[in-house]
């Protein structure tokens, strides 16, 4: 239990409280009372902070201490880690669990601090998740879907225009290459890296388009190698034999040795006579036998034979040349022309260079036919080396190889070339689309998609969860109403649960009817109604202190008596031997404005004292709240005045009759600032009972302006309707002419009333004396 507050600094409008030391301790029950804004929602809200375990952030650098009976004193600082048990209602209470919401037409009765979290939570779970839906598939050009399907688009777009290029460059119809054919071979392309390699040149995309282009027509036949057979050496090394020998003969004739143009003719000519002619065929003379016989000695068989051997020996030579192997362009595919060409005419010099030393050795051969009789030895002039014919052989015969390959291998080819063509262009397209940074951007979409898509099963989750709480929160709709029902001393307000969609909420209904705006009064009964269903669900309702600050509206006082049974009811119960109240909580604090409220809870509850660790307690005592100055409020006992009247009536009238007559020496700042408030509460009271009907609207002005006249009502009335519910000291400061009105006003109302309902007011004093 807690035995007192020792100092308050700092806290609202306890600036620098300090307990005074003969100042009664706090009983099991205990009743404060207070004018509004003396600071009673304050005390409530220390309590309030050992509740929520954190003080608002409006009371940082506060201070404050309490102590309790077990000897435990507890600050500002220990709030988190305090063993102490509260449950508060207040306004804070009010405000944070009685919400209308929704749209004025259909509103939707919030009721509790946790389902109105709940529902703020929903909400905004709810936006979230829409909000997700909204950024993946959405109905925006910037949604993650509609971003992807306009980067798919872009690139199939750009391959569109690729097999476009292709089929042109292919000569293919419209169906035999589509972006279908260009995706297909894209996708290897992009993953491999290596699509700079794969973009060819002018002259080599030229050479694979032509290749890609051919028809099986265009396919050459094979051209054979160039294999040459050197004989050179080996002719010249088999005729050296020959060419050395000189023909043997009978009888030589010296003269044709020396001139052999001259035996050579007369050779043919004497082979000519020996075919049966016997006169010269360039004298016409008769050749005499004797001359023949010369002849035919010197024209020997050996000589012919010698000769016969040098003329077939001459002709296997000059067939020993080499012949040019085939050179023509159009033998060969074009892609090949270019190597061609670098060697073929150095290779027809070479075949030509080698083919002339075989004709410098026919001529030697021809000149030993013309002198057989002359040894030749010497053939050092003749050049046999044959190496660069071979050296460009073999170029020569790789090209063929190379054509001849070709032509095996022409369909391989022509596929082989398409492929190169269509990897071009779509490498092309590569190093001008730069997927890559469109991939980036898609990789990192399809990461946030992923993202938010994974926290949207998370949030309908949580949102179920929230769902699920504000469901169970609803169960207790039957306590509810009846504690409003009691609360209000009438059935015509009640919540009532239905069903949105799927999920349960409440509404409120007046006389059966869906009520769209709450009254003070029905706001404070459904708050407090709802704080009664929260302590039944306390386990330890015994070990729970409770504040209940105001549970009566300043604006709805007609329900104090079902408030003050409610409240015996719910707290209270009777002792074993039927003796007296106990109370079912560990320890009530009950503040209000509301003295008619406040007289209610005094006549309650007889007091016998209790022993708590052998300290003697009172089961109730009375505090009282004062303000001082706008800044200043005190804690004291319940002044006698307060004591004595159970009537606020009687109290406020006691209050202005004793200011009346105080001296104005004997006047402090706190009665200066208490008594418009108390005369504006006396006149409201007074008027009332003098025209209780609805007169004139029930304004107080103009009930005193019907009893008094307007311009006594308007004299008396205008300081305290200034000043009343201010609590500003610094209006009083800044108001001096007012303020000095304040005594003239209060003497106007009392001679106002002596005067003219003399018999009201000798009743008063009477009651006061």
């Given amino acids: 239990m807690i035995k007192r507050i020792n100092h308050i600094k700092d806290f609202g409008v306890f600036k620098d409280y300090q307990r005074n030391g003969d100042f009664q301790d706090f009983a099991k029950l205990n009743i404060i009372y207070g004018w509004n804004y003396s600071g009673k929602t304050t005390i409530s809200r220390i309590f309030q902070s050992f509740e929520n375990k954190e003080i608002d952030n409006y009371y940082n650098g506060c201070d404050f201490k309490i102590e309790d009976y077990d000897g435990g004193s507890y600050t500002h600082s220990d709030i988190a880690t305090a063993p102490l048990l509260f449950k508060i209602f207040n306004s804070d209470f009010v405000r944070d669990n009685i919400h209308l919401e929704g749209e004025a037409f259909n509103p939707i009765l919030i009721v509790g601090k946790e389902s109105k979290y709940a529902l703020d939570q929903i909400a905004k779970k709810q936006d979230l998740l829409d909000k997700y839906h909204k950024i993946i598939s959405g109905a925006q050009a910037n949604s993650i879907d ?156 050996d000589l012919k034979e010698h000769k016969i051997k040098l003329i077939a020996l001459k002709k296997e030579v000059i067939e020993s040349k080499l012949t040019y192997p085939t050179l023509e362009k159009s033998s060969f595919y074009t892609e090949l022309w270019i190597n061609l060409d670098s060697f073929s005419t150095d290779l027809k010099k070479a075949v030509d260079d080698y083919n002339s030393e075989i004709d410098k050795f026919a001529t030697l051969i021809q000149s030993k036919f013309d002198e057989p009789f002359k040894p030749i030895t010497d053939f050092s002039t003749i050049n046999t080396n044959y190496e660069s014919v071979e050296v460009l052989k073999v170029k020569y015969n790789n090209v063929v190889d190379e054509h001849n390959k070709k032509s095996a291998e022409f369909a391989q080819n022509k596929k082989d070339a398409e492929e190169k063509v269509k990897a071009h262009y779509i490498s092309e397209f590569i190093l001008a689309f730069k997927p890559w940074e469109k991939d980036k951007l898609s990789i990192w979409l399809e990461w946030r998609k992923q993202l938010l898509s994974d926290k949207i099963p998370i949030l ?221 509460r006396f006149t409201e009271l007074y008027t009332y009972s003098r025209l209780p009907g609805h007169y004139e609207s029930s304004k107080v002005d103009d009930r005193a302006s019907h009893l008094w006249g307007s311009e006594n009502s308007k004299r008396v009335l205008k300081v305290f309707h200034y000043f009343s519910h201010s609590n500003d000291i610094t209006r009083m400061i800044t108001n001096s002419d007012l303020m000095c009105d304040i005594e003239n006003a209060v003497s106007d109302l009392l001679n106002l009333i002596k005067n003219n309902d003399k018999d009201h007011y000798d009743s008063l004093l009477k009651a006061v004396s």
């Fill in 460 to 680: 309908k989750t949580e949102i179920e969860d929230l769902e699920s709480s504000i469901s169970k929160a609803q169960v207790g709709a039957k306590q509810l109403n009846t504690y409003i029902e009691k609360f209000l001393g009438r059935k015509e307000v009640k919540v009532k649960v239905f069903k949105e969609g799927e999920n349960e909420r409440f509404k409120l209904v007046r006389n059966n009817k869906e009520a769209r705006h709450l009254s003070e009064g029905e706001k404070t009964a459904i708050a407090f109604s709802y704080f009664l269903t929260k302590l039944d669900e306390t386990t330890d309702i015994e070990n729970t202190i409770v504040y209940i600050d105001d549970p009566i509206s300043s604006l709805d006082s007609n329900h104090i008596f079902q408030v003050n049974a409610l409240l015996k009811e719910y707290f209270l119960s009777r002792s074993a031997d039927d003796k007296f109240w106990e109370l079912k909580c560990k320890q009530l604090f009950i503040s209000t404005h509301n003295f008619d409220f406040f007289g209610l809870l005094r006549k309650d509850l007889n007091a016998p004292l209790f022993e708590h660790n052998g300290n003697k307690i009172k089961k109730k005592l009375y505090y009282y709240v004062k303000r001082l100055n706008q800044t200043e409020s005190t804690i004291t006992q319940l002044p006698n005045s307060l004591k004595n009247y159970s009537s606020e009536y009687h109290y406020l009238f006691d209050v202005i009759y004793h200011f009346e007559n105080s001296s104005s020496a004997s006047k402090t700042e706190t009665d200066m600032m208490g008594i418009p408030n108390a005369v504006r």
């Fill in 146 to 301: 509609n971003q992807l399907n306009t980067l798919a688009n872009s690139l199939t777009q750009g391959l569109r225009e690729v097999a476009r290029e292709i089929r042109a460059a292919l000569q293919y119809g419209q169906s035999a290459y589509t972006v279908s054919h260009a995706t297909v071979d894209y996708n290897p392309i992009i993953k491999s890296g290596h699509y700079k390699a794969k973009v060819l040149s002018t002259d080599e995309l030229r050479e694979s388009t032509a290749w890609a282009t051919k028809n099986e027509s265009d396919k050459l036949l094979d051209v054979d190698k160039f294999n040459p057979l050197y004989q050179l050496s080996t002719k010249i090394e088999d005729s050296k034999g020959l060419l050395n020998s000189i023909p043997e003969f009978s009888k030589i004739i010296q003269y044709f040795v020396d001139n052999p143009d001259v035996a050579d003719w007369v050779e043919k000519g004497f082979e000519t006579i020996n075919n049966g002619k016997d006169k010269c065929e360039y004298c016409g003379n008769e050749i005499d036998e004797e001359r023949t016989k010369e002849l035919m000695a010197h024209f020997s068989k």
